[in-house]
């Protein structure tokens, strides 16, 4: 029994100069829900958090369906008309993902970060609902910008009314010289 100790101790301090590891890995948030037109650039922030200068690579992978089942996402943005721009190199921090796709439809994807020679990782999921761009809010888009810029709504109403006005001036001219024309 006094046998127990010795060998207890010895072992104890034998295992304190193992060397271990630990990792401590995270990203926010767990979703990233996109919604765009068409041919139309939408993007999100996202942080990744990590040791200090532990240096974390990342890449996108889509699926047809949803699912947590990550080997599902084996697509490639290239074979599904997607564009994503992100840092695929980087560090702990608040990064930026953008997302264009050349399609409309909903994509399912899933973005995800490994630390360097480990087999830790971590990712978010994404969701990307692309529609068709619609005419009639591209119209209000482009008087909401003019209104941004500090043009004010006198400004814009004034213009519009001396166009029209100049329009019409330009017509009944166009039919004052017709109807001069046919009569003589």
């Given at each position: 029994m ?10 104890i301090f ?10 401590s890995?995270g ?8 919604s ?5 650039m939408?993007?999100?922030?996202f ?6 200068g532990e240096?974390?690579?990342g ?6 369906t ?5 080997g599902?996402?084996?697509?490639t943005?290239?074979?599904?008309g ?20 050349k ?7 899933a ?8 087999s830790?990782g971590?990712?978010?999921w994404?969701?990307l ?15 909401g ?11 814009i ?9 100049l329009?019409?001036?330009l ?8 109807k ?5």
């Amino acid at each position: 029994m006094n046998v127990c100790y010795p060998v207890f101790a010895i072992l104890i301090f034998l295992f304190s100069f193992l060397p271990c590891s630990a990792a401590s890995i995270g990203i926010s948030p767990e979703k990233l829900h996109f919604s765009a037109e068409r041919d139309s650039m939408s993007c999100q922030n996202f942080s990744l958090f990590g040791n200090e200068g532990e240096t974390l690579y990342g890449k996108v992978g889509w699926s047809k369906t949803l699912s947590n089942n990550l080997g599902k996402y084996n697509l490639t943005s290239e074979s599904l008309g997607i564009s994503a721009s992100f840092p695929e190199t980087t560090v702990s921090g608040r990064h930026q993902i953008c997302i264009v796709s050349k399609q409309s439809g909903t994509y399912y994807g899933a973005l995800l970060y490994r630390l360097e020679n480990s087999s830790y990782g971590i990712g978010t999921w994404i969701l990307l609902d692309v529609s068709d761009p619609n005419p009639i809010k591209k119209v209000l888009s482009l008087t909401g910008s003019a209104v941004k810029r500090g043009l004010s709504a006198d400004k814009i109403w004034i213009s519009s009314v001396f166009l029209l006005t100049l329009l019409l001036v330009l017509l009944v001219i166009k039919a004052w010289r017709r109807k001069k024309d046919n009569l003589a």
